[in-house]
């Protein structure tokens, strides 16, 4: 069993920023990727800032340059920083974690949301 706890979402003026924190504890072997995902009500979940093991990035092109994913592997724990928020960037954000579970078993966990609100 594998478990993700998320922190740091909140509201904040055009402009600001926020820090994501999720920490991933349980029956961990390994995590290969950890990400952020964000869905709006009645959209898709969509990509944010993905991160794997060996430090290989991706982001979404509209947080590019604003946001940045970072990981401690020793702590299966990811962070996400967000800068220069937009009201476009309001959502509830996800994080996901994928990996092998001390079975060997595959997991694919996500955590319980964050709401994000990006107002004036």
């Known amino acids: 069993q594998v478990q993700l706890v998320e922190s740091g979402g909140g509201l904040v003026q055009p402009g600001g920023s926020l820090r994501l924190s999720c920490a991933a504890s349980?029956?961990?072997?390994?995590?290969?990727?950890m990400g952020w995902y964000r869905q709006a009500p009645e959209k898709q979940r969509e990509l944010v800032a993905r991160?794997?093991?060996?430090?290989?990035?991706d982001y979404a092109d509209s947080v590019k340059g604003r946001f940045t994913i970072s990981r401690e592997n020793a702590k299966n724990t990811v962070h996400l920083q967000m800068n220069s928020l937009k009201p476009e960037d309001t959502d509830v954000y996800y994080c996901?974690?994928?990996?092998?579970?001390?079975?060997?078993?595959?997991?694919?966990?996500w955590g319980q949301g964050t709401q994000v609100t990006v107002s004036s």
């Open positions: 996901n974690a994928l990996g092998y579970t001390n079975l060997r078993k595959v997991f694919d966990q």
């Open positions: 349980g029956s961990i072997f390994m995590i290969n990727a």
């Open positions: 991160i794997t093991a060996g430090h290989s990035i």
